[in-house]
C-alpha cells in the first residue's frame, strides 16, 4: 500500500563515476563509488538533515535526486513516480515540485541579472513552456512579493548580485526557490557560506517557509549544531551510505554508530566544565577514496571497536527501536551476523 504521506522516496539509490584510461581507446579500470546504496523517506512537512564528512556523497546525493547527476542505478519515487526513468519533458514538469538552494549564493546567481529577474525567471520559463499561465505582469507581482517575503523590499529589485550581501544573495536564492511553488526543498549547504550572525537569520526564515508553505526539506549541512536546529530527523552518512538515522533528539542524545559518536564528539562545548568531562573520540586516518571501496563495513579502517566480521560483511541498516536505524554490527542481533 502506497503511504500518502510520503512524499519522497529513494530506494538504494547508487551513483557511480567510472575511471578511464587511454588516450584513444579508453579502458575501464574502476568506479568511484560516490553514492553506493542510499535509501529513505521523506513525509510531506518533514525535514530530513543528512550529515556526513566533504566527500561521504551528500551533495551528490542530491544532485542525483534532482537529476542534475546520472544516476547509475536505484529509484527516486516523488509522490510515487519514479524521476530516475522520467524522459527529459516530463522531468521539467516534476521539477516545479522540488527546488535546490544552492551553498554559494556567490556563484549560484547569474551576476547579469537583477534580483526581479532571477526570481522571475523560472516562472518566465515555465509559462513560455505552456507548463503555467502566468502573463508578465502577474509574473512581476509574484517575484516581488517572494522577494518581499524573504526579506528584501521591491527598492532591491533592480540591484544586482554583486550590491548585496551574501546573506541577502542568499535570500534571493531562496525566493528563486520557491517561485514555482515547490513541495519539496533540496538545500545543499544553505548556510555554510554566511557568517555565524547571519547564518541563524536564514535558518529562521527558512523554517517559517516551511510553516507557510509546508515545505518539506532535505537539508544538507556539515555543522551539526545547525541540522539540529533545523531537521527533524537525521541521517548520517559516510562513504556513500547511510550508517544512522533517527529523530534529531534520539541522535544527539543516544548516538549508536561509532562514526556518529565520533562526528558528535567532536562539536565543541561551550560549557567548558563539561566540555573536559567529555570523552572524545579521535578517528585515525582519513576517509578512504570512494574508488577503493573494500568488502566490508565501509567505517572498518577507522572504527576503534571493528571487530573481526567487519572486514568481510557489511552491515544492514537495521532498525534497533523506534524508527532509529544503524548499520553497525555491535547492535545487530546474531541471525545477522
Ligand atoms: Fe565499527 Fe564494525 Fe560497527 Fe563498522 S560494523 S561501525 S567496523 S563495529
Redesign the pocket.
Known sequence: MVDKEILLEVKDLKVHFPIEKGLLIKKNIGSIRAVDGVSFSLRQGESLGLVGESGCGKSTTIMAISRLERITSGQVLFEGQDLSLMKEQELIRARQNFQIIFQDPYSSLDPRMRALDIVSEPLRIFAKKGIITLDDASIEKKALSLLDRCGLSSTFADRYPHEFSGGQRQRIGIARSLSLGPKLILADEPVSALDVSIQSQILNLLKDLQDEFNLTFLFIAHDLAVVEYFCSRVAVMYLGNIVETASSKTLYEHPL???TKALLSAVPIPDPIAGKNRKRTILKGDVPSPSQVRPG?P??DR?P???EI?TKKR?PLVEISNQHEVA???YHDQEVL
Do not use: V
Open positions: 554508530h561509532p562514526y563495513c567505517f572498518a572504527c571497536q571493528a571487530m567487519c552491515p553497525c554490527f555491535l
